[in-house]
């Protein structure tokens, strides 16, 4: 088993440009989530899904889009980046939503917006 | 709303020392609560979880302790080694409980020194 992977690993943008972040696991999980993380804020939510064909905000949606049509692929899109947007974005699933189920996170992906 | 805290940012320890890394949350209503390890350039591991029902869980030398009710958590390393230097990230999975999503402290950097 791979696990989560996400792709690519690293990106450069500039401002106003577009990009798609790929996230796939191979465990068969129902639930999947994108954060990002900046230095001294930890893991911020950004959106999630609870099963294929769903999608919902977190903490931090605005700016990025989501989509779920295969139950193994999450992708973060950036239709227009901004300065702002550079972090480290991380994948993450599990098997459900319950207490009892914990988080598999992906190795992330360093996106830098100049 | 949840606001989890970890302090220190930063900890220094030389090898073979006992330690306590620390957890607060501002909200008491957590459905469980993760200790993760976050090394350089990577994404996270799960540590331990402990259901809101529990008061610890052990793993090899690690040892996660939870209150509820004064809004703590402890994880202890036991004998650390220089190969346990990493980031240690803790996160409480608020109601609903059905999402799975979790809020994060900013973490402590640990370094143990051979």
């Known amino acids: 088993n791979a696990g989560v992977t996400q792709t690519p690993k690293f990106r450069v943008l500039k401002t106003g440009q577009s990009m798609t972040l790929l996230c796939a696991q191979d465990?068969?999980?129902?639930?999947m989530y994108w954060y990002r993380q900046d230095p001294g804020m930890g893991l911020r939510l950004i959106h999630y899904?609870?099963?294929?064909?769903?999608?919902a905000k977190g903490e931090v949606p605005d700016g990025y889009n989501v989509s779920r049509l295969k139950k193994q692929n999450f992708l973060l899109g950036l239709e227009s980046a901004a300065p702002s947007q550079t972090s480290v974005y991380f994948c993450?699933?599990?098997?459900?939503?319950?207490?009892?189920?914990?988080?598999?996170f992906g190795p992330g992906t360093r996106l830098t917006v100049l | 709303k949840q606001e989890v805290t970890q302090i220190p940012a930063a900890l220094s320890v030389p090898e073979g020392e006992n330690l306590v890394l620390n957890c607060s949350f501002t909200?008491?209503?957590?459905?469980?609560l993760q200790w993760f390890r976050q090394d350089p350039g990577k994404g996270l591991t799960s540590l331990l979880l402990i259901q809101s029902s529990q008061r610890e869980q052990t793993s090899g030398r690690l040892n996660a302790s939870l209150d509820k009710s004064s809004g703590r958590s402890t994880l202890y390393i036991a004998a650390s080694q220089p190969g346990d230097s990493a980031t240690y990230l803790c996160?409480?999975?608020?109601?609903?409980?059905?999402?799975?999503?979790?809020?994060f402290g900013q973490g402590t950097t640990l370094q143990v020194k051979p």
């Open positions: 899904s609870v099963g294929e064909g769903t999608t």
């Open positions: 996160a409480v999975r608020p109601p609903p409980g059905n999402t799975g999503k979790l809020i």
């Open positions: 909200d008491s209503a957590i459905y469980n």
């Open positions: 993450a699933s599990a098997q459900t939503g319950g207490s009892y189920n914990e988080q598999f």
């Open positions: 465990m068969n999980h129902e639930y």
